[in-house]
């Protein structure tokens, strides 16, 4: 694996936690592509439904997702040389290049974030540009606090950084938006944050440890169960198009969880 990848946005995603072109797929299948069919099927206006829309938020995800693997970077090279028992995604000779090029490799990734800024200059409005740039910015306030936590609160960050992957990129472009969607956007921690965030605080919670043996079967049921909440809402209530297509998106992620069960055997 060439190490050098990890100049670049998902490079050190890929080197350190998937590290296989089955994995990745697996990765853009669970986060990023739910995340885009969330915004553009789910929340975009119709009148703002275009190949440039799509564009423009792949563009946006791409940069923040900079910011975020940034946090692993540091989480992963220099906060654990803190910890008692880490947990070891990078060794040997990768791990000192990285540890002996730190700030050079984060400063050549966010010149690559400035020059992308730059270039939307050409393609964008200033407001889009100044929500990337602070949400960014808010991106690595997150992971530096989530970094140098050591106590329960590290839930709560982890929580704050989960649902940062989806809310972030649509607050982003939350001017393509319908307005009457806009508030839709805090549904999008049903897609991942909630029960990614269930099974990281069975790290510190023994009660939500023993609630949840079992990865697999939990997941079938959290995703199972909340998208016929969805669709029961759809039908007994509100009869929004979004709930329904809530459904189908979360079905979409029990049926993917299966998928990848079944290849993994």
């Known amino acids: 694996m060439n190490k050098y990848i990890i100049f670049f946005p ?4 890929y080197i350190s936690r998937i590290k296989n ?13 739910p995340c885009f069919l969330f915004f553009y099927y789910g929340l975009v206006s119709s009148e703002n439904k275009s190949c440039f829309t799509g564009l423009v938020f792949i563009w946006s995800y791409i940069n923040l997702y900079i910011f975020y693997e940034n946090g ?3 989480n992963d090279i220099k906060t ?15 791990y000192h290049f990285i540890d002996n090029n730190y ?10 974030f400035v020059i992308s800024i730059l270039l939307l200059f050409f393609v964008s409005n200033y407001i889009l540009i100044l929500k990337l740039s602070l949400l960014s910015l808010a991106t690595a306030l997150l992971y530096y606090f989530h970094n140098n936590i050591r106590s329960v609160f ?14 972030f990129p649509l607050l982003v472009c939350s001017d393509l938006i319908a307005p009457e969607k806009f508030n839709y956007i805090l549904l999008s921690i049903f897609i991942y944050t909630i029960p990614a965030s269930l099974i990281y605080s069975a790290k510190s919670f023994k009660l939500i440890r023993f609630l949840l043996r079992g990865e697999y079967k939990y997941k079938i049921l959290y995703y199972t169960f909340t998208s016929f909440i969805f669709m029961a809402s759809h039908f007994l209530y509100d009869k929004n198009d979004i709930s329904l297509f809530m459904f189908f998106l979360l079905l979409y992620m029990s049926l993917l969880i ?3 069960k079944v290849i993994n055997r």
């Open 10 to 13: 998902f490079g050190y995603t």
């Open 21 to 33: 072109l089955s994995k990745f797929i697996s990765f853009l299948l669970t986060i990023p592509i």
């Open 72 to 74: 692993y970077i540091e």
């Open 80 to 94: 654990v040389k803190k910890e008692e028992n880490p947990t070891l995604r990078i060794v040997g000779d990768l």
């Open 103 to 112: 700030y050079k490799i984060i400063s050549i990734r966010v010149v690559f």
């Open 154 to 167: 590290k839930v709560l960050t982890f929580f704050c950084l989960s649902s940062s992957r989806f809310i």
């Open 258 to 260: 299966c998928l990848k």
